[in-house]
């Protein structure tokens, strides 16, 4: 330790030091996501697919499961075809080479370790850096000039971690949603049934007045009926009146024909 030649202590062989922990490898993972479908594990071919994780499909594949229901858990964020993107992707030119897909402007291949993005808009699929190196400052598609916003931009091939990252945020999503629709559910049931009572109380209204107009109709048939009575019994006597005195003179013309009086 002194000046006798020997070594000096450092400080790992002062201090114990944590061992790094064991990860897989990250582009070992993006390079084979760049290669195979995610949900067959099948060599890409087009037409291609991607999700809000960045996976990449084979669309057929893809559109198989979800007809027969065979959709795996750890893939439970695919809820339905609205949840996929079919993506405008090149191929690679080189036959031969192990990466299928390129981007069309820089013709650089799609490896896990270049980074790419896809647009949620357009499905165009080209190279993160392009951007930058044709320094476009506009939220546009560099291939179609399509707009887009920050939301549009899916990461392709992502590494375990991001990919962890990115669908807890989007289990969180759909939960919100849910619960979104639990509500408006909730309020859509509070409007019927204000909207029932509602119209109940119209109803009972309604009947009520219906009543009363029964009423009324029926304590006008009623006078009306009176006063045809006392009509007719007006008619009566003053028809009497006239009868009785033809009765009168019929009597008398009998009387008079009896006793020989003209």
């Not at 594949?61 to 075809?81: C, G, R, T, V, Y």
Request: aromatic share 6%; net charge positive.
């Amino acid at each position: 330790m002194g000046n006798d030649g020997g070594s000096i202590a450092g400080r790992a062989e002062l201090v114990k030091l944590k061992k790094p922990e064991k990860r897989v490898e990250s582009l070992l993972v993006a390079k084979q996501r760049a290669q195979f479908c995610s949900l067959t594990k099948e060599r890409l071919r087009k037409p291609i697919a991607c999700c809000r994780v960045g996976y990449l499909y084979n669309y057929d594949s893809l559109l198989k499961a979800f007809m027969e229901k065979k959709i795996p858990s750890e893939l439970k964020h695919l809820q339905n075809m609205k949840k996929i993107k079919k993506l405008n992707i090149t191929e690679n030119p080189d036959k031969n080479n192990e990466f299928p897909f390129v981007c069309l402007i820089s013709q650089k291949a799609l490896n896990g370790k270049e980074k790419f993005q896809a647009l949620w808009t357009c499905g165009c699929v080209f190279n993160e850096k392009l951007i930058k190196d044709l320094k476009i400052k506009e939220f546009k598609c560099p291939i179609c000039e399509q707009p887009y916003t920050e939301k549009d931009i899916v990461q392709l091939c992502p590494t375990n971690e991001e990919a962890e990252i990115r669908k807890a945020q989007l289990y969180q999503e759909i939960e919100q949603k849910e619960k979104q629709k639990v509500d408006q559910k909730q309020q859509c049931k509070v409007v019927d049934t204000a909207e029932d009572l509602e119209q109940q109380q119209k109803k009972k209204v309604c009947t009520e007045e219906r009543k009363l107009m029964k009423q009324a109709l029926g304590n006008n048939k009623l006078q009306n009926l009176q006063n045809q009575s006392q009509d007719l019994k007006k008619n009566e006597i003053y028809q009497s009146l006239f009868h009785q005195q033809h009765k009168l003179e019929d009597n008398l013309f009998t009387r008079n024909v009896r006793f020989g009086n003209r």
